[in-house]
């Protein structure tokens, strides 16, 4: 039979280290082009919102993942304590 181990701690380490990568990653603001009114910079503004907003959600959905493994790794940690103490 095939046996299949938790290390804990180890899985626990990598979910920080991607945490706090995560928490480094940002975009600036595109900032000011100062008083021109030209269609590209118009579509280049919406197109660094829209970026901008699609990496911001992207963030919110590892995040929520980091969490939802963090809790599933428990969890399996919890049920194979209790397996080893029957």
Same mark, same amino acid.
């Given at each position: 039979?095939?046996?299949?181990?938790?290390?804990?701690?180890?899985?626990?380490?990598?979910?920080?280290?991607?945490?706090?990568?995560?928490? $480094?990653?940002?975009?600036?603001?595109?900032?000011? *082009?100062? @008083?021109?009114?030209?269609?590209? =910079?118009?579509?280049?503004? &919406?197109?660094?919102?829209?970026? $901008?907003?699609?990496?911001?959600?992207?963030?919110? *959905?590892? @995040?929520?993942?980091?969490?939802? =493994?963090?809790?599933?790794? &428990?969890?399996?940690?919890?049920?194979?304590?209790?397996?080893?103490?029957?």
């Amino acid at each position: 039979m095939t046996e299949i181990k938790l290390k804990h701690d180890v899985v626990m380490s990598h979910l920080d280290k991607v945490k706090t990568t995560l928490g $480094k990653l940002s975009l600036p603001d595109p900032g000011s *082009v100062g @008083e021109n009114k030209l269609d590209f =910079t118009d579509g280049w503004l &919406e197109r660094e919102a829209a970026i $901008k907003k699609n990496v911001s959600e992207y963030i919110k *959905v590892v @995040e929520k993942n980091i969490e939802d =493994t963090r809790a599933s790794v &428990e969890l399996l940690k919890r049920q194979d304590e209790a397996m080893v103490r029957k």
